[in-house]
């Protein structure tokens, strides 16, 4: 049985008014222990809306939500729990410190969860950690970091309650490629350490080839694929389709591989690439 | 040099601080921009992209060297409004700079206060929301919006001003693909069929190598110019700057680091195909 699923999970936003859009069509999706798990779609896809009932933030207007094989919302204590099961960090996550350091930022969590002073503290040094804000920076206004850094101890503030599963809602959105490499480095490092499940909601293929190990593709309101990177990104012709795309690189092997030459059409990065030339050009003339 | 819109003279700009003395945003910048060029103007966050920006319609002034419009000093108040209505900017947030409840009184808002005359208030307003597909959105109220429509409604908003030359402070970096994909679009547009001159500043290595000519800043500096195969040849030093590479070009370097020869052209997908050929019929 798996950690996670949800179960012909239906939700319309502004039910009953002329404004009304469904934005989950019976999702059906199963996440288990230790996945880094992608989401893509195009914008309005229900991406985002998936990500909110997964932590019971939003109700569902049909279907469930099962966490260990319990709904839930079958009860109130069950209701909190998954928050803290489940950590959800939005979309620009940066817009929602508030308070007047980076330490009791990144508190706020734990302390609501009724730890002891002494465990709080050991959780926000070691989100900190994991995040790469050093001590030297506890004391600092949040405001007064730059925006990457503002990212990071935003995601601490989720890490350190440490959830089961960690939900980031496009983790890398806005910032310089240093800034990615940073988070999505972090989000897989969390995972390796810890071997928690990680959800990411992505826009770009190019990080969801890096580091996911199963792919969903929303796509109306739907789930229109599930699988391996390499299942997903087989279907490029699909996916182009709703508007998303392949790596530049899959469709240089693509193109290849139409052409007649002996190269796969899964390669996904540029390491792939350089490996799969290789085997191809072997030893003899490869350095014509 | 009358084909010159834009001028940078060995430009020095630093913000002021508090109390400490701040290195300088803009560090001895020249650089020419021609009538009818579309440059990006790539650099990752703080190497000064946009104070460059700022620079170039006399927003701020530089506190030493000059920068130029048509041959007219920024410095120079009198030439203030001429200076403004030659060279608009476009910020990153849509939400900043949308002022109206309704999409065509926010795009009438420039030229209103240019005192052009009613009719052709209209007219510039139909045309400008027209070429960035957002006409049929004129009675809408921008909040309402989606940002890539929003940044596209302020976008208009420039237009109906007629400006020669548009610069683009990473309009797209609060948006979704597909918003990005209708600003880029548009911004393609306006220098294609208007002629108008873009300056378009982003950290997305993907979308600078859609114009014709590169900028690439670091640390307040002017540290490559030219095309986007010129710029990319040399993966090495654009990854140093904390640049992103092209898959394609990131390919080509490990392929040539390994002693393969690679010719042609190795930034475009159909053109790293067609060199990727011809080693393969080699091998």
């Known amino acids: 049985m798996s950690f996670l699923r949800t179960e012909n999970l239906s939700y319309i936003y502004g039910e009953g008014t002329p404004f009304c859009v469904t934005a989950l069509n019976k999702v059906n999706i199963e996440v288990e222990k230790g996945e880094i798990v992608a989401v893509i779609g195009q914008t309005g896809s229900g991406k985002s809306t998936l990500m909110q009932q997964l932590n019971g933030l939003l109700k569902p207007t049909e279907g469930r939500v099962l966490l260990d094989g319990e709904d839930i919302r079958s009860s109130k204590a069950k209701k909190l729990e998954t928050r803290f099961r489940v950590g959800l960090c939005f979309q620009y996550p940066e817009y929602q410190l508030f308070e007047n350091t980076v330490y009791d930022d990144i508190a706020f969590g734990p302390k609501n969860m009724g730890l002891s002073e002494t465990e709080v503290d050991k959780r926000v040094r070691d989100a900190a950690k994991y995040v790469g804000i050093p001590d030297s920076a506890f004391a600092t206004h949040p405001f007064d970091l730059s925006g ?39 989000i897989k490092n969390y995972r390796d350490r810890t071997g928690k499940t990680v959800i990411i909601v992505s826009h770009s293929m190019n990080d969801v080839a890096k580091i996911a190990s199963k792919v969903i593709v929303m796509y109306n309101a739907k789930v229109l694929m599930t699988g391996t990177v390499d299942e997903v990104f087989e279907q490029s012709e699909k996916l182009c389709q709703i508007g998303l795309s392949v790596p530049q690189i899959t469709e240089v092997f693509t193109k290849l591989h139409t052409m007649g030459y002996p190269v796969s059409e899964k390669v996904y990065t540029t390491e792939q690439a350089y490996r799969e030339l290789k085997r191809v050009l072997g030893g003899g003339g490869a350095n014509a | 040099m009358a084909d010159t819109i834009l001028k940078f003279d060995n430009v020095t700009f630093r913000y002021e601080g508090d109390d400490a003395v701040l290195p300088p945003a803009v560090e001895n910048l020249s650089l020419e921009i021609k009538k009818g060029e579309f440059v990006a103007v790539l650099g990752h966050n703080g190497s000064g992209k946009s104070t460059v920006a700022k620079l170039s319609n006399g927003l701020i002034v530089p506190e030493s060297g000059d920068v130029y419009v048509l041959g007219m000093n920024t410095k120079n108040e009198n030439d203030d409004l001429k200076i403004k209505q030659t060279v608009g900017v476009v910020f990153q ?22 005192g052009v005359e009613p009719a052709e208030i209209r007219r510039r307003v139909d045309e400008s929301l027209k070429i960035v597909g957002m006409y049929k959105y004129r009675l809408h109220e921008p909040h309402k919006l989606s940002g890539g429509q929003k940044q596209r409604v302020a976008i208009a908003g420039i237009i109906a001003m007629q400006p020669q030359c548009i610069v683009f402070d990473e309009p797209t970096a609060m948006l979704d693909p597909e918003g990005r994909r209708d600003v880029m679009n548009a911004m393609k547009r306006l220098n294609r069929e208007l002629g108008i001159t873009v300056v378009f500043i982003t950290h997305y290595m993907e979308e600078a190598c859609e114009a014709e000519r590169i900028i690439v800043m670091d640390d307040s500096r002017l540290v490559l110019d030219g095309t986007p195969m010129e710029i990319f040849a040399d993966v090495n030093y654009i990854r140093s700057l904390g640049l992103d590479v092209p898959q394609t070009s990131a390919l080509a370097q490990m392929l040539k680091d390994d002693g393969i020869k690679i010719t042609g052209d190795t930034l475009s997908v159909d053109g790293l195909v067609n060199s990727l050929a011809k080693i393969l019929d080699r091998g």
């Open chain 1, 148 to 186: 990457g850094e503002k990212r990071r101890v935003a995601i601490a503030g989720v890490i350190s309650m440490e959830p089961e599963i960690l939900i980031l809602d496009e983790p890398t959105s806005g910032l310089d490629p240093k800034g990615r490499e940073q988070i999505l480095s972090l």
């Open chain 2, 93 to 114: 947030n849509p939400d900043n700079q949308i002022v109206a409840t309704i999409v065509e009184e926010d795009v009438a808002f420039g030229p209103e206060n240019l």
